[in-house]
């Protein structure tokens, strides 16, 4: 068994941050596994073991920078592999044989075979140059996975133009010089191999002394040859023609460089992402896996479902053939109804709601009620707990202004009613309709009483005008007729609280010496948790259910 080092290959000059470490200690890897990815700010590589064997040390750690000749890790390798691999001392890491990275230095001859640059028909200073594919360390053809510019575009020198793809490798193909984007003579999703003419920039002024410069040692930054034939109109109009139109991601400005590893690059084109769309929470904003399953997942959740009745990426109730079990019948609901629907879902999913529950003792108000029984005959009207009610609710609402507010500014600020309007849940044969009662708190009990009668009479012959049902500030949801010992009803949006009403019943209360009988009328709060707290909530119901055991306070 032989120990041998795998360094870090000619990576074009500088330094590259290892971005991902593929291997772990103890690991078996082949020749050309790759053992860690690197990056800089225009290419990420992988780099390969250069020997069959086990991983015995591991020399780098993630978010390192590393020049070449930097150890990777010591690999222990079979007697087969090492005798291949001729074996040198795990010490002498200069004298290592470097892995053949994906990307090598471009050749000054291979650049010279690369298509050659044309001079601008009106030889001035602007020179049209064809941009090749660079050295890409292999005679493989790679994938051209994204076009960052458009024609017309300019770029500044260091601009990515492509980015090509291997197995092992993506990398940013660079502007070699500032200037025009003329053609691009590539499209997305191609197959290109190093000296295949990209697209024709157009220098502006002192971009031929930048062409001129010797070829970049940069692999990534490959330098165009010298031409000076000029570019047909035809064949650039053509090429124009070829050039597909802007994709979202020919959409980014051009150069704004997608910081992603070949692995990530990869998953996001099998994904059919967009990285330009992704935010990077790696390094230096590097797009890492967890950010491409962040984003498929938040897609996901966004995505508006086939069935109206979700809003919030909540999955459809499905459709179900009822006729399959039996005899059906099918009935058109009424438009009321849908409204009804429409509002109470808006205002289920939307407001967070609470529901506080109390029993008030009427027992006192109904012996008061009983008592102006004649006197509402006597005028005509029913008077029922319903304005009493109305009348308690006025001055709590007086006396705890949260309940009439309402949420504005997307919930920056709360808009405080002056005035107390109160709406009422009336049950009708088409629908739910509320009613409101307006300046609740400057109105008798007979005056309610008979506002109460006339509405809910209005809503079941549908004589309700809009401006009937508008303005309210708080709502009262009565079922104290139909029965139930307790609901939790949802807020009237965009109010904040709800009053649910329950059947009055006879009940044993302690009196602090016995149990005695009393009247015993089961409330229910809802309130927007958004804008009413449960201290809010607590004083308002402890206000009410006062106000309703001694009505007397009602009028102070
Ligand atoms: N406990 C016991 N009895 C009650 C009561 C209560 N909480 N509330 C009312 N009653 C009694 C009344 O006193 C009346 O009896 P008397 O004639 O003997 O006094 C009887 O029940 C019928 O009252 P009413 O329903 O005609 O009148 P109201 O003032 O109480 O209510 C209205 C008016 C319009 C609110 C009511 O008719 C109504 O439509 N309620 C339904 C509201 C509703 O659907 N809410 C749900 C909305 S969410 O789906």
């Given at each position: 068994?032989?120990?041998e080092?795998?360094t ?10 290892v ?16 053992l ?10 992988e ?11 591991l020399?780098?750690?993630e ?19 090492a005798?291949?691999?001729e ?9 290592s044989?470097p892995?053949e ?12 075979e ?22 890409i360390?292999t ?6 996975v994204?076009?960052?510019?458009a024609?017309?575009?300019?770029v ?12 092992k ?5 660079p ?5 025009e984007v003329?053609?691009?003579r590539?499209?997305e999703g ?28 940069n ?9 000076e034939?000029?570019?047909?109109a ?6 124009q ?18 910081y ?7 998953l ?7 990285l ?16 491409l399953?962040?984003?498929t ?13 979700s ?24 438009k ?8 109470m879902?808006?205002s289920?999913?939307?407001?967070p ?5 109390d029993?008030?003792?009427i ?23 319903l304005?009493f ?8 609402l007086r ?8 949420l504005?500014?997307?919930?920056d600020?709360?808009v405080?009613?002056?005035?107390i309007?109160i709406?009422?849940?009336?049950d009708?044969?088409?629908g ?8 609740v708190?400057?109105?008798?009990i007979?005056?309610l ?12 012959e ?17 079922l ?5 010992t307790?609901?939790s ?17 006879m ?15 089961p409330l229910?709060?809802?309130?927007d948790h ?14 009410l ?12």
């Open positions: 068994m032989a120990r080092q795998v870090v290959p000619d990576i074009g000059g500088g330094e590259a941050e971005i991902e470490v593929l291997v772990q200690v103890g690991d078996q890897v082949t020749v050309d596994q790759g860690i990815v690197m990056e800089s700010d225009k290419a990420s590589m780099i390969p073991s250069t020997v069959a064997g086990e991983v015995v040390e020399l780098v750690s978010g390192q920078q590393l020049a070449e000749g930097a150890t990777v890790a010591v690999i222990s390798s079979s007697a087969e592999a005798s291949s691999a074996p040198e001392p795990a010490q002498d890491a200069a004298a044989k892995a990275p994906q990307q090598q230095k471009a050749e000054p001859e291979k650049a010279a690369a298509p050659a640059p044309k001079r601008a028909a009106s030889g001035g200073a602007s020179t049209e140059r064809v941009v090749p594919v660079p050295d360390g005679d493989d053809a790679v994938d051209l994204e076009v960052c510019v024609v017309g575009d300019s500044a020198e260091g601009d990515s133009l492509v980015v090509l793809e291997s197995d490798a993506s990398m940013e193909v502007a070699p010089f500032a200037g003329l053609e691009i590539v499209s191609r197959s290109v191999r190093q000296g295949d003419e990209l697209m024709v920039l157009r220098s502006e002024g002192d971009a031929p002394a930048a062409a001129e410069a010797p070829a970049s040692e692999p990534a930054e490959p330098k165009a040859p010298k031409s034939t000029p570019a047909p035809q064949e650039k109009a053509q090429a023609a070829q050039v597909p139109t802007a994709s979202p991601a020919a959409e980014h400005s051009p150069g704004s460089a997608v992603a590893g070949p692995a990530v690059r990869k996001a084109r099998e994904f059919g992402i967009d330009g769309e992704v935010s990077g929470s790696g390094p230096r904003g590097r797009i890492v896996k967890e950010d399953q962040n984003f997942r938040e897609r996901l959740r966004s995505a508006a479902p086939a069935a109206p009745a809003g919030a990426g909540i999955p459809a109730i499905p459709e179900v053939d009822f006729s399959a079990f039996g005899e059906v019948e099918v009935t058109q609901r009424s009321l109804d849908k409204l009804t629907a429409a509002n879902q808006r289920w999913l939307n407001v709601h609470v529901t506080q529950y029993d008030a003792d027992t006192d108000l109904e012996a008061f009620r009983a008592g102006l029984k004649a006197e509402a005959e006597k005028r005509g009207t029913r008077l029922t707990p304005p009610m109305l009348k308690a609710c006025a001055v709590a006396d705890n202004p949260k309940f009439r507010s309402s504005a500014d997307g919930g600020s709360l405080y009613k002056q005035y309007h709406g009422m849940a009336v009708t044969p088409a739910l309709l509320v009613p409101v009662i307006l300046d708190d400057k109105k008798g007979w005056e009483a008979e506002e109460v009668l006339e509405l809910a009479g209005k809503a079941r549908r004589k309700l005008t809009a401006a009937q049902m508008q303005g309210g500030c708080f709502t009262i949801s009565s104290g007729a139909i029965g139930g307790g609901f009803p949802i807020i009237n949006t965009p109010e904040v609280g709800i009053l649910g009403v329950s059947r009055a019943r009940a044993p209360v302690w009196d602090g010496e016995a149990f005695v009988p009393r009247q015993l009328l229910a709060l809802s309130y958004r804008v009413v707290n449960g201290g809010d909530a607590g004083r308002f119901m402890t206000q259910v006062a106000l309703l055991g001694d009505i007397r306070s009602i009028i102070l």
